[in-house]
């Protein structure tokens, strides 16, 4: 059994990019487990509470979970041509006191709209930050998706055939990455 996590930067309940870890628990083939983590409930990164309370408990789930997994699958929008700050933020907690990341296998995806760079400048900051935290990032395929109003409905179900193929296609040489360690 291959253990996958998948967390989305995006906390509205129509996110594309939550929706594209559905997309993939979906493909997933039968030998792997494909579990949804969130960022919601994580506070601001604040040193002086961190010192008087330790982790909250909302990063203390996101570390267990992480910490357990054989591959992590971070689905990350662009804001203001990088990652969110929730994303950001969650990744400051996770850093301290030993990160969750260490020789973790990591894939980033992304979907974002228009013809535009289809989250790749905030995916490039999600890389340089993940090095800090000792993650190994696969360096390719990459999922750069856009025109994302177009490729899923209201709901931020993915429904393009042609990108759900593309995905598929990642999913496994995801797998290959996570699986087959030199
Ligand atoms: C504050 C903010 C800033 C944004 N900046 C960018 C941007 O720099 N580049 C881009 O392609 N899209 C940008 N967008 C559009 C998002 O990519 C789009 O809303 C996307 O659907 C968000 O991902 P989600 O569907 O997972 O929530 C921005 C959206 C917000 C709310």
């Not at 559905?22 to 494909?34: D, N």
């Not at 601001?44 to 909250?56: R, Y």
Request: hydrophobic share 45%.
């Amino acid at each position: 059994m291959t253990r996958l996590v998948g967390y989305s930067g995006s906390l509205r309940k129509a996110s594309t990019n939550t929706g594209l870890l559905r997309a993939i628990a979906e493909l997933a083939p039968a030998h792997v487990s494909m579990d949804a983590a969130s960022l919601a409930g994580i506070p601001l990164f604040n040193e002086d509470d961190e010192a008087a309370n330790g982790k909250p408990s909302a990063v203390a789930a996101l570390d267990a979970k992480l910490r357990a997994a054989d591959g992590i699958i971070i689905a990350c929008p662009e804001y203001n041509f990088s990652m969110p700050g929730v994303l950001k933020n969650a990744n400051d907690w996770l850093s301290r006191g030993g990160s969750p990341f260490r020789w973790k296998r990591v894939g980033i995806i992304g979907a974002g709209g228009g013809q535009f760079a289809g989250t790749a400048r905030a995916q490039y900051h999600l890389r340089q930050n993940l090095q800090a935290l000792q993650a190994i990032v696969m360096p390719r395929p990459e999922v750069f998706i856009t025109n994302n109003e177009e490729k899923f409905d209201a709901a931020g179900n993915l429904t393009d055939a042609e990108t759900r193929r593309y995905l598929a296609r990642w999913l496994e040489a995801f797998l290959e990455w996570v699986e087959k360690k030199p």
